[in-house]
């Protein structure tokens, strides 16, 4: 096998370890990338290099970004006393996309969990302890997936936060947009009745 | 937006480009590599742009590799007298992971479509009559997909071979190894009945 082979094989390899592809689908796209290794692959190359080169977790919510302080928490106009508590990056940007949401974040990077030995202070609870003071915080709002760690770790967090008087509230659980009662499972339903608001 | 976002946005875009990945995967993707970004992401960039930039067409048979002819053509031992034909590079791979075929390929490219304007020069048909003489071709081997454009190719091919008086074959087809009947479709169970062996 040629060193060029060999490259292409490393390339496959590590295209298949990426979320979402496997060895079949990272063939196709190395493949694709091959075929069009002039309009995409050189440019996916220099700039995949450049992100890896800059990309850098912001030192005080922990969002991805290129600088010291991220872009949202180097803005000013998002100083509006609330905090929202995320587990993840990609949890942020689901927010971001929403538009609805104008303050800060805060990303915990995971859940708790005892299995897996992760603390308050893996996730960053104490950071945001700080920040309350620091920033002027009135309301933190919890938005963790409704699992059972995502909600395990909201508990904690709330009891964390009572001391601080800060309020604490979470995302309103009931029917998505567009869902059918028919498609929804049991507990959502029983939440959305739960909390059935006047029409 | 800061440039350091501009740039992560714009690799999500890229990457969703690639084949089997849509904004969403192409999102999980990019997040990953971003936090491996130092051991998978680097790396990868590395590997992906040194590829951009040596990869290259076999100009004998069309399949990939880094030198003007492939290590396929090159390797003597391969030049046994049987050249079989391919619509894609990967379907050469996959006659490779099959470790079955010992000869050499000829990657058309594609298949002839009177609607996308793809005729027999596109394909390399002309090439593969010249290497008929050229390597003292004694078998062509028709590896091309079971679909109607796949069987139409595979058609002219083997009338543009005729005159030159080279043994035609194409790959068998019938009840695929591990398959249930029940699952098959009708035309794969009427050509494997009309293809039945003595048992």
């Known amino acids: 096998m040629s060193q060029g082979t060999r490259d292409i094989e490393a390339l496959i390899e590590t295209m298949a370890r990426l979320p979402g592809l496997g060895p079949r689908s990272a063939r196709r796209a190395v493949l694709h990338l091959i075929k069009k290794r002039t ?3 050189a440019p996916l190359a220099t700039i995949m290099a450049h992100v890896a080169a800059s990309a850098r977790e912001c030192s005080r919510c922990g969002n991805i970004g290129t600088e010291e302080i991220c872009a949202i928490c180097a803005n000013p106009a998002r100083q509006t006393g609330e905090i929202c508590v995320v587990e993840d990056v990609a949890d942020l940007w689901a927010m971001e996309r929403g538009q609805a949401f104008r303050g800060r974040y805060h990303v ?6 005892a299995l897996d030995a992760v603390g308050p202070d893996e996730l960053h609870i104490p950071r945001l302890l700080d920040r309350i003071a620091e920033e002027g915080v009135t309301e933190v709002i919890l938005a963790l997936n409704a699992t059972v760690d995502g909600q395990t770790t909201a508990h904690y967090i709330a009891e964390a936060l009572e001391a601080s008087g800060v309020q604490v509230t979470s995302l309103a659980q009931g029917v998505p947009i567009g869902g059918e009662l028919d498609y929804l499972d049991d507990g959502t339903i029983q939440a959305a009745l739960r909390a059935r608001k006047r029409f």
């Open 108 to 113: 915990l990077g995971g859940t708790l969990s």
């Open 39 to 41: 309009a995409l692959m």
